[in-house]
């Protein structure tokens, strides 16, 4: 059974940094593209960032270019995403999520499997 499990979420003063994990278990998390989302309030998930299974490829949203960086460690079985900078808008639940479909991509519909989400909070 595929279970993703995100942690590190919380409350953070605007322009401070914040790590976020996923722990996976299965046995897919090596050969699966992972990738992050966000949905705020009242907004549709949307896509953060997302790294390919060698941890070779990487993909970024726009609105997080520059300030975010993913990363995996396929021995841990983990997938990262660091935070700078943070931003009051950047305040969501994030999830991680795998795609074991094709190449990277930043549709939710080729991930699938999900974590529960973490919540991130970005006071000003």
């Known amino acids: 059974q595929v279970q993703l499990v995100e942690s590190g979420g919380g409350l953070v003063q605007a322009g401070e940094s914040r790590r976020l994990s996923c722990a996976a278990s299965?046995?897919?998390?090596?050969?699966?593209?992972m990738g992050w989302f966000r949905q705020a309030p009242g907004k549709e998930r949307e896509f953060v960032a997302a790294?390919?299974?060698?941890?070779?490829?990487?993909y970024y949203a726009d609105s997080v270019k520059g300030r975010f960086t993913i990363s995996r460690d396929n021995g841990k079985n983990t997938a990262y995403l660091q935070m700078n900078s943070l931003k009051p808008e950047d305040t969501a639940v994030y999830y991680c999520?795998?795609?074991?479909?094709?190449?990277?991509?930043?549709?939710?519909?080729?991930?699938?499997?999900w974590g529960q989400g973490t919540q991130v909070t970005v006071s000003s």
């Open positions: 299965g046995g897919i998390f090596s050969t699966s593209n």
């Open positions: 790294i390919s299974w060698t941890g070779g490829m990487l």
């Open positions: 999520a795998a795609s074991r479909i094709g190449g990277l991509s930043s549709s939710r519909d080729r991930y699938a499997y």
